[in-house]
């Protein structure tokens, strides 16, 4: 079962972007719209999750789908729509797209809870996340368009913070489960209800980042 940590935060971060929604005066920005489609659906996913643990039915297929399929595959597009090319951003989708597909055919959908070092298939996904969020951060630092900018009043600087800490403590502890795969359950449900939590996190620093702009100055140049 989830731990209240991580369902606090998914609540939180829903919340967040319900309230964003509320008081968003002008048309939303793709990006956002982005965003917003990540925290929706990932508390929709969550929501069902519970549903089907109290029945006892494949309790963890709506977790797979939202963390190994839906999270990083808008985060993907989100963070390719970034780059300046378009046979750039075209060639990193069809790379996303084969990295969903190959852990896909491997999978065995039946099974009421597999194996947690079936997530190893996903590392090379993550992995392409965190390229294109450390070059996404790296353009926050050096491009000509932000040096008069505040960073903490740019939304994708966050969105960036976010991730990059997520899939690196994610990548970090398969790693370390993959090397040890006889350690002790208690010590693997630990580590997984952790890195749970971080994804919470994440989400919540993704909502709290729409609202970035407003709630921090523009003025102050970074050098």
């Known amino acids: 079962m989830s731990s209240p940590i991580y369902l606090l935060l998914i609540c939180l971060s829903a919340l967040v972007a319900l309230g964003y929604l509320i008081q968003k005066q002008s ?29 006892a039915i494949n309790k963890n297929i709506m977790y797979t789908l939202s963390w190994f399929y839906v999270v990083p595959a808008i985060l993907t597009y989100y963070f390719s729509q970034q780059l300046p090319i378009l046979r750039n951003r075209v060639l990193v989708i069809g790379i996303m797209l084969l990295m969903l597909l190959i852990p896909s055919l ?54 960036s913070i976010g991730v990059i800490i ?28 952790f890195s749970h939590s971080l994804g919470g996190l994440m989400l919540l620093i993704i909502g709290m980042s729409l609202f970035a702009p407003t709630l921090f100055a523009k003025t102050y140049k970074f050098s």
């Open 27 to 55: 048309s939303f920005q793709k990006s956002e719209v982005l965003l917003l489609i990540c925290l929706i659906l990932v508390f929709i996913f969550e929501t069902l999750n519970q549903f089907l643990i109290t029945k």
């Open 106 to 159: 491997r999978i065995d959908w039946q099974m009421d809870a597999p194996h947690h070092m079936h997530y190893i298939n996903y590392v090379p996904l993550w992995t392409l996340v965190l390229i294109l969020a450390g070059k996404s951060l790296y353009e926050n630092f050096t491009a000509e368009e932000f040096a008069d900018q505040n960073l903490l009043s740019i939304s994708n600087f966050w969105v």
């Open 166 to 193: 997520f899939y690196l403590e994610s990548i970090f502890m398969l790693g370390i489960l993959y090397m040890y795969p006889q350690a002790e359950i208690s010590l693997i449900q630990t580590a997984l209800n």
